[in-house]
């Protein structure tokens, strides 16, 4: 689905996390055809022509950067990747969004398995004033499609917060797209998760 100009929806990929119960850095592990995860991940915004995509970087933010060198993509650095948690993350990315852009998907660039086909039906049933999330068996998942309406509110939350406070004081506007896919709340944490999950894309 094409946007306006000034009626853009962009992507945030979250990709400043240590990877400590990984050991290797997990996004730049290889996943199918060898391309690492992170690559994965941000194909399926390049492909359904979602601009802009912001990557947020952290540890090891030079090999992030070299990886994605060649694609439609920006990289913003997050100072604060070592101790922020997801949240300074997720409002390092709010702030690189340009002017134009009326909501943005946020995406943790260890999920590879997210089916292309959520994202697609997320952007085209988007309305605006919303949060859209997919969910599996009861459970929401990720990405999450956050219109500007909400940005200021995960801006304004405190170092301790979470973006998950943001959703839950907003019920009323979430909207699910529901999905049999478990790769919507499947993250790649351990190198045990690594190998069943790499071991189920490639069957």
């Not at 947020?56 to 993509?73: F, I, K, N, W």
């Not at 988007?126 to 599996?136: E, L, N, Q, V």
């Not at 907003?170 to 069943?196: H, M, R, S």
């Amino acid at each position: 689905m094409q946007h306006q100009m000034s009626n853009r929806i962009g992507a945030i990929i979250l990709a400043a996390g240590l990877s400590s119960r990984m050991g290797d850095f997990k996004i730049l592990l290889p996943w199918t055809d060898d391309k690492p995860i992170l690559t994965h991940v941000v194909s399926k915004y390049i492909a359904l022509d979602i601009s802009p995509i912001v990557i947020v970087t952290g540890r090891d933010a030079d090999r992030v950067q070299e990886t994605v060198a060649r694609l439609p993509v920006e990289c913003v650095h997050n100072p604060d990747y070592a101790t922020g948690e997801i949240l300074s993350s997720v409002k390092t990315g709010l702030r690189a969004m340009p002017d134009g852009v009326v909501a943005t998907f946020i995406n943790p660039a260890d999920m590879p398995r997210i089916p292309q086909s959520i994202i697609q039906s997320m952007n085209d049933n988007y309305r605006p004033h919303h949060i859209f999330a997919p969910r599996y068996q009861g459970q929401r998942g990720h990405p999450i499609l956050l219109g500007k309406t909400f940005w200021q509110a995960m801006l304004d939350l405190p170092a301790d917060g979470a973006p998950r406070d943001v959703i839950q004081a907003n019920k009323a506007f979430l909207k699910f797209i529901e999905t049999d896919d478990d790769g919507v709340i499947i993250d790649i944490d351990t190198p045990e998760t690594y190998q069943q999950e790499l071991n189920r894309s490639h069957n």
